[in-house]
């Protein structure tokens, strides 16, 4: 079976890595995702990996400390979590480099876009830590410009909810779950998929996001292989 996309973009949160912790990581549940990943790569899928890092820290809950140096402490979160990543996958059986958007060339490449697509070309998984390497964007938006970068054909945003709803499913029982969305929705009604900017990068460089669930791991084979979960957002 061939997979519908070549090159993905998969987008882990923070809190995905520590699984019911809530906090530091949890690695039987990294490990999971490592197996579906490795499932992708023998497939053919390419993939590119941006993790977020708010099992660590979180800039937007630091209080009066100065935004920029918040944002700093939160990219060098992602780097432990690219690292931790980088391990199980290797575990797992595949090749993996990390690239780093804040040079620590001791411990990463440094992220260098045409080193990726070679590293991709090996058939190598390429984790890329420290958001955008600046204050004030999100890990969403790295991904968005990650992607765009790579030319990944799809983002593949693994969350908490099994797709997007009108309202918190955790709080609304009522709430309803689209199969489907345009950014114009997105934007229009202030859902919580992505931030603002990151959706709107998307949009401009017609890159489609999955959102789904990641408490099923295979989910994110599913997704490679196209077959319908969560929500698609084109």
Known sequence: MEPKYKRILLKLSGEALAG?????????VITSFGKSIKKCVDAGVEVGI????GNFWRGRSSGDMDRTRADH????????????????????GMQVRVQTAISMPQVAEPYIRNKAIRHFEKGRVCIF???????????????????AEIEADVILKATMV???YDKDPHKFSDAVKYDSLTFNDILAKGLQVMDSTAAAMCKDNNIPI????LARPDNIYDACMGENVGTLVK
Do not use: H, Q
């Not at 019911?20 to 039987?28: S, V």
């Not at 999955?210 to 669930?213: A, E, G, K, L, S």
């Open 20 to 28: 019911e912790k809530k906090t530091g990581l949890d690695y039987d």
């Open 210 to 213: 999955i959102v789904f669930d």
């Open 50 to 53: 941006v993790v977020g890092g």
């Open 129 to 147: 830590g420290c958001g955008t390497g600046n204050p004030f964007f999100s890990t969403d938006t790295a991904a968005a410009l990650r992607a």
């Open 162 to 164: 099994d797709g997007v």
């Open 73 to 92: 402490i939160g990219m060098l979160a992602t780097a432990m979590n690219a690292l931790a990543v980088a391990d199980a996958l290797e575990n797992c």
